[in-house]
């Protein structure tokens, strides 16, 4: 049964009644600029071929009735009249209650939904499960209500939800790519200004993802711990995010700064120049270049931002022995456990594969990782 079936069925087994409307938006996976969204710099990510879909029909009243396929069913419901809660017993629910109390924050006139979710993209593994949960959500919401917002707004909104509602301070990155991505590219998105550059993957370039399966149990905090650090060294430079400030300026400053607040801000420098150097070189098809970029960004990441863990490190090494210098592998995403991502030339993907089955669980206690190959897909739509 396809994806669109399941929904279907879990919709009409609920409701009684066919859906009028289906909506999806796509989980992501982030080639490089790690860390980089929350410091207003550059980010290269491109949307996979793994989504959130969402089945909806309009109702009378003013009432959101939602239920979701990956927890049997349950149903949760709440009124767009009343101050929204959040809810404890169905805490899913709340990525759909954040983006409904931000919409009518902003002064948007909602309609009750019947609304059933199904998703396909890993949760808890870095692939922005949560993000694309948003962005479908809002695109649900508005067009249901008659309401045109653009999708960067979309994604502004669904950052804000997570922000507030759900209480992850992440940055802007899962929600652009989820809402704006494009098939068959990446997109340099400046945090700043939210322009973007779509930068074509070759052909020749499969997009490999490994996922360690190690649980993220300290993500929340680190992630935040790293987010403030960011900032008490921007603050230290007088200047509004670690964007501002050059490599040249930080090793100036090195004797006035401790040391982990200067590695942080290394790894952020650093890797926003990366970031900027991998559009170009992605862009003209030279994944060798693009492999060099790849690996500093791991070995920062590593080292400066101390974001990895050794079962990370290990998959790193079992497909950088694979490819050598023809392709690019890193970890993606907030880190400490998590996904890989890998530019494997087609030819070797099958390689890449065995030798992560072979290898990984020696160097992971025996955990298995499960292995994706994407195709970058455009970002959330009416289907
Ligand atoms: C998570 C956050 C993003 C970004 C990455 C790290 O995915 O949601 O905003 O900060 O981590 O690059």
Redesign the pocket.
Known sequence: MSQKQALTELFTNTFSHQPTHFFQAPGRV?LIG?????NDGFVLPCAIDYQAMIAVSPRDDQKVVVTAHSYDGQVSEFQLTLPIASSKDAFWSNYVRGVATVLLQRGMNLKGVNIAIIGNVPQGA?L?SSACLEVVTGLTLTRMAGLDVSLKELALIGQQAENEFVGCK??I??QMISACGKEGHAMLLDCRSLDTRLVSIPESAAVVIINSNVKRGLVGSEYNTRREQCEAAAQHFGVKALRDVTLAQLEAAKADLDDLTFRRARHVITENDRTEAAAEVLATGDLVTMGELMAQSHISMRDDFEITVPAIDGIVEIVRNVIGNEGGVRMT??GFGGCVVALVPQEKVDAVKQAVEQHYPQCSNGLIADIYVCRASDGASQL
């Not at 790690?34 to 929350?38: G, K, M, V």
Request: aromatic residues 8%.
């Open positions: 982030n790690e860390h980089t969204d929350y870095g922005s992440c940055g990155m899962d995403g907030g």
